[in-house]
């Protein structure tokens, strides 16, 4: 019955698919999966912050009262009491969200791809900021868009920049808020001009927003969404405010763009699991997140402010880095002539990892850079392995 | 703070977006939600059949011993143990399948689309059978493929088309076993034969399985993937024996296209809910299946025999259609000239719906043709059914 030396198949990939290539981060994570590396490298948010015990309750309720119908085949949009949740919470400076412009996604990665899909052809122009997100790089790269890389300093993209190179733009994609990789903030006059020069445009504006809760202290910055809620693509997650694992996100976007991306997502993967939309409403709908992400903010800022503390003693002169106002990273500039691909080998040769900066840029990357996460390390090994990283950068100046 | 009076901005879909379109299927589902219509166009797995304290337990007992690594991220290719369980199960007839050959999807409808991502081009060209499952075409019709229909007769499709029209085909997308739509069987003798052909053609045979265990009697035929596990790619589901609402699913192939699947996935939605896969594992891990399946066999066996004999005893002469050996769905062929489209419009009227059998033709829709779900009705709501669906037909002879 088994076929007797069949030839194997040479496998012919799509044009597409010749070009992916895996997780520059995910590669190094397996490196240093091992107990005894100092791993800055992860963007994994503490599993100090998960509220176990109460997912398990709301898991416990759901099953319990409406296991049927939490385990059947759901809407592709998403469970409704929890859309309607969202579009209450994100209605405020008088612009109102409803219901029909939120589509539940797995994770808002998957609103990237989605988004990728419906919008993106082979050399459509792209924007992104200088470095970017890589994951959304790598999602709209499937679709093969011709990156345009607009201009940043300190306070992140420069919205000049956009209008003179946006012309004809398929979308631009912004994180505002503690960006990753960098954990700059979008200071709200740039908010209002960014999205005044898209509107202008003509230029769908994606504002990715995973990290915006994690503020560490004050309030967050307005939404660009209730700018302008006819050309803002929002993206929201419960991946850094509940859990990761889990898988789920939501797109936010006039109702035209929703339905398309809802097309998509049908024929993608017919839907995002019911029972975990139907947890999630349960463990939030009476304001948890309010009293939750509070003990997030106070731990992550504190995480912070010892790598801030152990950089200061123990990085050279030459050294620049970002110092966050909220998120889960720190960006670091070293010496121009220092590439932090060759550091990090060697940093790694002494159980110290971090990600280097270059698969965050589109185009022309700068080698000299590096991303540090802080919020899974304890206190005692974020000194450890920073005072070693020190050591290692003062060796090459 | 909020933009005056903005232009709207006019979506420019891409290319591949502008042909996307919603399920006919869940366009009709929503029509059909009205709890006074018998409805038979359901592709939904009766509840009744769903394990649900079970699982409820599995939950509890993952959350309470592995809960921060069940909610946060994990790995793209999936939870370890499942895959091992599932290359173990897999591994019969003499071919030993790896774990690393198996990739976890979110519900087997992402593995469709993946396999589209990553095989096919614009106007590549994709051999699918005729009729064949809506869900695939819609996955496939993304990539912009050109579709080319296998010939098909009672018994399912007949490999002497592949042989004809599929020189240079990137894939060969097959269901053998009780096929959505049709409710047909692939024969022993023409699976040997689809296998040898598309080997020694170089065609990636794709065999889609999410049906296989639901046979009423006897065992299943034997997997093509095992015939060769060079050349097919094998498509697994827990929709129909577990629950589909957790969407979990599995595709099985050589490890040079499995990688590069991985990274598809990885930019398409990270990975599959830890969670999840550590649930089913739970669930599945000691057995569970050989006791269950065999219940909803029983069940869906005879939900078929109550439809089969009221067709037999209100479907007029002239009428033809399908007698499954498991699976979910006959398949009915009415007199040529009465369209099935106009059927259903009156049908709902009598508040009676069903598929019509247009949509799940690639080329060339046959429009007199329709399917019918009997798992989730009632013997007597069959009957019903059966009976004003056999009157309306009669009108139209």
Redesign the interface.
Known sequence: ???EN????????????EQ????AI?EILKVTMRPEVISFAG??PS?ET?P??R??AA??KV??QQ????????P?DGYAPLREYLADSLSV???QILPEQILMV??S??GL?LLG?????EG?KVLVETPSYL?AL??F???QPKFESVDTDEHGLIPASVAAKGEGA?LMYALPNFQNPTGRTLPMERR?EL??TC??M?I?LVEDNPYGDLCYTGEPL?KML???P??VIYMGSF?KVL?????LGYVVG?A??IR?L???K???????????QMVVYEVIKDGFLGQHIPTIRTFYAKQCQVMLDAMSQYFPQGVEWTRPEGGMFIWVTLPRHIDSNQLLAEAIQQNVAFVPGAPFYANNPETNTLRLSFVTVSPERIHEGIKKLGTLIRSKL
Request: without cysteine; glycine residues 10%; charged residues 20%.
């Open positions: 019955m088994k076929l069949p030839t194997p198949i040479e496998w012919k990939f799509s044009e597409r698919a992916l290539q895996s997780s995910r963007g994994l599993p998960f176990v015990e997912m398990q898991f416990d099953l319990s296991g049927k119908s939490a385990l059947q085949y759901g592709t400076n008088g612009s797995s994770g990665q998957q791809d899909k419906v919008l993106v052809d459509s994951g790598q999602a790269s499937v679709y398929r209002v999205v005044e509107a202008r003509g769908p307005p209730n700018m302008n006819a050309g991946s859990t990761p694992g889990i898988r006039p035209t763009l398309k809802e097309q998509a049908q024929a993608a993967d017919l839907h995002t699991a019911q029972l975990t």
